[in-house]
């Protein structure tokens, strides 16, 4: 950077530091609408997926959107659980969570702040495919504070919680990836689609269904089923050729949600529960961020997740071996168990049997990209839970295929047969190395 551009970087001008750019004093920091303002000047950067890092500590003089009652809520190192800190209009609000300011930030510490919207359904000119505006958050970003700066090539540390290590984009084992080739080019993912749904933080660390009131408009699809179709659409984009790494951001950014996902799970790690179709994609990313970056607590994570949850071992109305449930328990679990005849007056009132199979036929499109891509990476015992791939498979057979999109029927048509193959060729040069 010029002198003449670090002089303006105190001034500080949006955009001016991006992924590529060098440390520079800057007295404000501006991201998708959100400022913060530092008391004097601080040293700050970006992390190869371009959130802002800073040296610390430091003063956060004030954040615009300024926070109010209720809105624009800023928190420090959030965690995982019931309790959120961002918006009264959404579920399980503590005021007792929020950061006031001026506000001393310290190495190791991740400010997460927001910017509510005016009413809750409105839609902004950024809102990302998939969102249900169901929530009163337009937009989150996270400020990391460091005690030094970070490798160029730095991933972001994980906003939630304490955990904070830090990972380098040179240290990423493409090498695993199975570089397949695509079915028919014409019809995998928009890949820029992608890498937009991914760009920013995705706010997702409460419990139970609530947490879709929580997940901001322009951040992150709303629901459960959109968030997996989006983990499955990446996952199996990033098995394809790319040698010329034309998919390299979209890559990236997956291994840092990934990371954000441990860093969730580090801090509460009975928190994606089963519920209908609201809690599941979440273990996958975990998983894949592990093996790229050669982290066995990500590679081999253990915590509750939805797709574990709703998939077992029983012996099903027509003979089924491998069933699906909506939820650990209520009145209409297990209702692949009871003859459909009965599913009107398996369980209590509305939830009962043909509810819960409504839920069943909701998320089944959707695992298949995550399921095919752990088996395409020799992920299965890293997974864990085998009843979950022996579902999905039974899904298809069933459905032949039925899946979110054209593109992963036809990677599923194409390398079903042959993806435990893939995957222990893959096993082989994790062992190698």
Known sequence: MTRMAAILGML??????????????????TQYGITWTFASPAESGCFITGDYWVVGPVTVKSVSPEPATGRNGSVVNPIAGDKQGYDDRAHWYDA??????????????SLVSTASLEKVGDKTPDTVEGQGLRGPLRTAVVLTCL??????????????????????????????LPGLAAPNPKLVSDVKGLERQLERIWLDHQKQWVNREMHPLENMPDYGREITNVVSNTALVLMLDDPERENNTLLLRFIQKGIDYYGTV??????????????SGRKWPIIFAGLMLGHDGMAKVKATFQEDQQTYYGKGFKGQKVLWTIAPD???VKHEESNPDKWESFGQGANNGSKA?????????????????????????????????????????????????????????????????????????????
């Open 147 to 176: 005690l030094k700066a970070p490798p160029a090539d730095a991933f972001r540390p994980a906003y939630v919680g304490t955990w904070k290590d830090i990972f380098t984009a040179s240290s990423v084992k493409r090498s695993l």
């Open 12 to 29: 500080f001008i949006p955009g001016l530091l991006s992924a590529e750019s060098v440390p520079a004093k800057v007295l404000s920091l």
């Open 266 to 279: 580090r801090s509460n790690d009975d928190l994606w529960v089963a519920n209908g179709g609201h809690n």
């Open 330 to 332: 209520g009145a209409n």
């Open 96 to 109: 007792g969570f929020r950061a006031t300011f001026p506000l001393e930030l310290k190495p190791g510490q």
């Open 357 to 433: 199979e409504s839920y069943r036929r909701l998320n089944g499109p959707t695992w298949g990209g995550e399921a095919l891509a752990a088996r395409l990476m020799g992920a299965l015992e890293l997974w864990n839970h085998q009843e979950f791939f022996e579902y999905v498979d039974r899904w298809c057979d069933e459905e032949k295929p039925k899946f979110s999109n054209p593109f992963v029927v036809s990677m599923w048509n194409a390398y079903r047969a042959k993806a435990d193959e893939f995957g222990r060729t893959s096993s082989n040069r994790r062992r190698e190395k």
